[in-house]
């Protein structure tokens, strides 16, 4: 079983949006943007309309 007052000590809130700009080196910003970019083309539903142009 789970001990909430335990588990409440352990706990360590996430860094802000500033913090973690200001912890990151420029080059690094941009692979986290470049990996983020990659993961949405992924998950974005494709329009059947442009699947069937490719298989043309």
Do not use: R
């Not at 420029?26 to 993961?39: A, E, G, K, N, Y």
């Amino acid at each position: 079983m789970l001990n909430f007052k335990e588990e409440l000590k352990k706990y360590q809130p996430l860094m802000e949006l500033d913090d973690i700009q200001s912890a990151l080196q420029p080059s690094q910003m941009q692979d986290l943007l470049d990996i983020l970019q990659h993961i949405a083309k992924e998950n974005k539903p494709q329009d059947p309309s442009a699947s069937q142009a490719e298989e043309a």
